[in-house]
């Protein structure tokens, strides 16, 4: 028992103190590039430039299907200073909704977990980035009726999280996989109507090769569905695991996707498999 307490305590310590550090190296290194890049998408839509192509450099380029420039353009006519402020509070904020499912586990298991990830996911909040709110989406709205439509959103702006529908193909839940493909390729269609530029969608210099990731990716959406179905109470896990093992540049920050595994309760039938 004694040496379960000690290894219990270093492994605590160890988690807090990643914690801490990684939050001292986001509160001191604000470049809010991410804010930045989107309130520069918002400017070229409101002065009548190309979204994707035009005066696109690696520091404004934007990743993401129109309708998020689109609603960023009544942020760009806020001051700079408001806008960092507001922006950055709901990102943070939403960095606590998406990490306490962990928290609230009731597991020491969940706390290590939600205390990793949490402040990972506070880091990349502080610059700004849209990643937290989109797990936050999707950790309120998975265990809901509309969990298709958080996946399809959630698609629209990382593109990979679509392959959360292999928990909903595994289980044979069609009609909702095929909702949240819809939903996604609803939002992307609009894309048609601008003109691309390559720095847009080029990966940079922190991606895999591309045999590794596409390997990575092959294998996790087949494990996605083996895990679906033979053992669907991990489905999410598995699909979960997926999608961060088809993200093209595999940053840290990308592994909080997991926090949508606890998001989603084991239905019914899946009691019964």
């Known amino acids: 028992m004694t040496t379960t307490r000690v290894a219990q305590g270093i492994a605590i310590a160890i988690v807090v103190g990643i914690a801490i550090v990684t939050l001292i190296w986001a509160v001191t290194d604000l470049h809010f590039n991410d804010l930045r890049s989107y309130q520069a998408a918002a400017l070229r839509l409101r002065e009548g430039e190309q979204l994707y192509g035009g005066d696109v450099t690696p520091f ?38 998406a990490v306490w499912p962990l928290a609230s586990h009731g597991s020491l298991a969940g706390r290590l977990a939600a205390a990793i990830l949490g402040p990972v996911l506070v880091a990349l909040s502080i610059s700004g ?34 392959l959360l529908v292999m928990a909903y193909v595994g289980n044979r839940e069609w009609s909702r996989a095929a909702v949240a493909v819809l939903v996604a390729a609803a939002l992307w269609a609009p894309i048609l109507l601008f003109e691309l530029a390559p720095i847009t969608f080029d990966p940079g210099g922190a991606a895999t090769p591309t045999a590794t990731w596409i390997g990575l990716g092959a294998l996790g959406v087949v494990a996605a569905l083996v895990v679906s179905r033979r053992w669907p109470r991990h489905r999410w896990l598995a699909s979960s695991a997926a999608v961060y093992l088809a993200t093209p540049r595999l940053y840290v920050y990308d592994i909080t996707i997991l926090c949508t595994a606890l998001a989603k309760r084991p239905t019914a039938r899946a009691d019964r498999a």
């Open 60 to 97: 404004n380029k934007y990743y993401y299907a129109p309708w998020f420039a689109f609603t960023f353009v009544p942020l760009s006519y806020l001051p700079w200073e408001l806008l960092a402020v507001g922006w950055t509070s709901f990102t943070v904020a939403s960095s606590v909704v």
């Open 129 to 162: 980035n849209v990643h937290a709110p989109m797990l936050a989406l999707l950790v309120l709205l998975l265990p809901t009726r509309w969990g298709p439509l958080a996946i399809g959103i959630a698609a629209s702006l990382k593109a990979t999280p679509i």
